[in-house]
């Protein structure tokens, strides 16, 4: 299968991945041939890149991180708990998320097997879902990715349910600001930017009253809007003065916030992301981060097409852990001129790299 632009689909091609909701609901089943109506309502909904099968990938297969029981599970936990946050009838969100302390535990549990499992990169494309609500997709996919970089740099067990039950809850601040700056579709005015800053040291103040729970785990919630040069909020520190846990989920929020769909942004696709946090690798965040989240997330998905720096071209038909970079590549054309589907390394031809991707489609 391919990753194409649902705007450039031609009538007539088959859904090569079912599209779901982020309760785990089909909305449109792999198989089905898309019209034009079908396009229309898929890019009325925000999804603006899907997969479509396509005779020169077919055999490309596209994994998915977690399976769609376990990410259906923790979209629920997350969002059963942080509604009741919000829910003034309840007295205190700390008595809330002590209750669930427990269920997120086993989550994570869940997340760091079934990471471990997969041979594959970790590749999360927000355009296979649609979300009722961005802020608990957002905290699962801030979960996935910090926990792949924790893998990554080999943090033990103990230290890895820490640094998920941070990454879980480093939003859960957003519960306290008012709904109608959280999810207003336009850009915010000063005035509410400064309201939706609040929710880091709120979200410290809920986390902190919650026995048994590490502080740290409420450092996550305050610092993960800090940046290395004290440019970052609330309170502008900077360096070693930033919990190694807080840089990570930085880096994780950060490439989540610009590869999500959004009411006013397109979401960008992996390479971008990596790109905007290379413009800030040494001043904003942690360059070593960087490079373990590189090393540990798929910046060029299966099926997106892609060109090389000798003027071949074709998708990518599969990863190599670890060298994100480096997938291999199956070749459909050579400097324009179409050729027999073949495929190429990129873990061992180190003279070649992918200079572009692309993802227009035209149906064979």
Do not use: W
């Amino acid at each position: 299968m391919r990753l194409v632009a649902t705007a450039s689909v031609a009538k007539g091609a088959i859904l090569g991945k079912a599209i779901y909701n982020d309760r785990g609901k089909v909305l449109l089943n792999q198989g089905v041939e898309l019209d034009e109506k079908l396009l229309e309502r898929l890019e009325g909904m925000g999804i603006h890149y899907i997969y479509v099968t396509d005779s020169k990938t077919e055999d490309i297969i596209v994994k998915e991180p977690l399976s769609v029981k376990v990410r259906q599970k923790a979209i629920q936990t997350i969002e059963s708990n942080f509604t009741q946050i919000q829910d003034e009838r309840f007295l205190s969100g700390s008595i809330v998320l002590e209750k669930a302390t427990k269920d997120f535990k086993t989550l994570i549990k869940y997340i760091v097997s079934e990471i471990k499992q997969n041979d594959d990169l970790l590749v999360l494309l927000s355009d296979i879902f649609t979300y009722d609500h961005y802020i608990f997709t957002h905290s699962l996919n801030v979960t996935m990715y910090s926990l792949a970089i924790g893998l990554q740099l080999n943090l033990p067990p103990k230290d890895l349910e820490i640094l998920g039950l941070g990454a879980i809850l480093h939003d859960v601040g957003k519960m306290k600001v008012d709904e109608h700056i959280l999810l207003k579709p336009g850009r915010l005015t000063e005035d509410e930017y400064e309201e939706i800053k609040k929710h880091a040291e709120q979200g410290y103040n809920i986390l902190r009253k919650i026995p048994g729970l590490p502080l740290i785990v409420a450092h996550c919630a305050f610092q993960h809007h800090e940046r290395l040069d004290g440019s970052g909020y609330p309170r502008g520190i900077q360096g070693s003065e930033i919990h190694d846990f807080g840089k990570i989920i930085a880096v994780a929020d950060v490439f989540d916030a610009v590869t999500s769909n959004r009411v006013y942004r397109r979401a960008m696709l992996p390479h971008e992301g990596l790109e905007i946090l290379y413009a800030g690798s040494g001043s904003l965040y942690e360059s070593s981060l960087i490079e373990a989240f590189r090393q540990a997330v798929a910046i060029y998905p299966a099926g997106i097409t892609v060109e090389l720096s000798d003027g071949r071209k074709g998708v990518v038909s599969r990863q190599n852990k670890g060298l994100s970079d480096r997938p291999t590549v199956r070749i459909f054309g050579d400097n324009g001129t179409e050729v027999e589907p073949y495929d190429l390394d990129l873990k061992t031809e180190l003279h070649i790299v992918i200079t572009a991707c692309d993802t227009t489609f035209k149906k064979n």
